[in-house]
């Protein structure tokens, strides 16, 4: 520390931490008492009449630029997370659009086909395209495929049996599928008819 007036303080430490802060102290090629000084400013902040030495004064910087990483690091892993289920959730609601609308197209040409020629035998279609398997999904996403707010399908949930409620759902759905809770994960899931 920078040549200041010091005053000797008689007190008793716990001996483990004694031994940590000598063993801190050769690690950073410094003292005992230039340590104690470093955390008495770290708790205490600037003290009129004492001059910070560099030493501190960089602890306290490097303190603080590590705690600002800290919190972007949160920050962006926290909105990546979110930003990422948001998308994983539009995706599914897309893909379940693009099968709704994929299947009127289908039933069209069907349609279509059998009008084409009238003099001729129709063949049955055995296709039958592959149908996508839905996914769990939670409150807000079955509430939204539902054309329903959150809140209203949860209460739903809380009123009906389990039986009345994938009934209640199925008669809403898009593509008259029923939906039950599982409370192990939390999610709604889809019923086979």
Do not use: C
């Not at 104690?36 to 004492?50: A, M």
């Not at 509430?143 to 399908?153: F, K, V």
């Not at 209640?168 to 899931?189: A, K, Q, V």
């Amino acid at each position: 520390m920078a040549a200041m007036e010091r005053e000797s303080i008689n007190f008793k430490l716990p001996k483990t931490l004694t031994k940590a802060l000598r063993t801190a102290a050769r690690e950073r090629h410094t003292t005992a008492t230039d340590l104690v000084i470093q955390g008495l400013y770290h708790v205490l902040g600037p003290i009129s009449g004492t001059e910070v030495s560099i030493e501190t004064r960089l602890h306290n910087l490097e303190a603080q630029l590590t705690a600002l990483a800290n919190r972007q690091e949160d920050s962006i892993e926290s909105g990546v997370e979110d930003s990422s289920k948001q998308r994983l959730s539009l995706l599914e609601q897309k893909t379940e659009a693009i099968a709704q609308r994929l299947a009127k197209i289908e039933g069209a040409i069907s349609v279509l086909s059998g009008r084409s020629y009238p003099s001729a035998k129709r063949k049955s279609n055995n296709y039958h395209p592959p149908q996508l398997e839905l996914q769990p999904l939670p409150a807000q996403n079955l509430a939204s495929r539902l054309g329903l707010t959150a809140s209203y399908l949860v209460d739903h949930f809380e009123k009906l049996s389990t039986k009345d409620f994938i009934s209640w759902t199925r008669n809403r759905d898009p593509r008259s599928i029923g939906w039950e809770f599982h409370p192990e994960d939390g999610l709604y899931h889809p019923v086979a008819q």
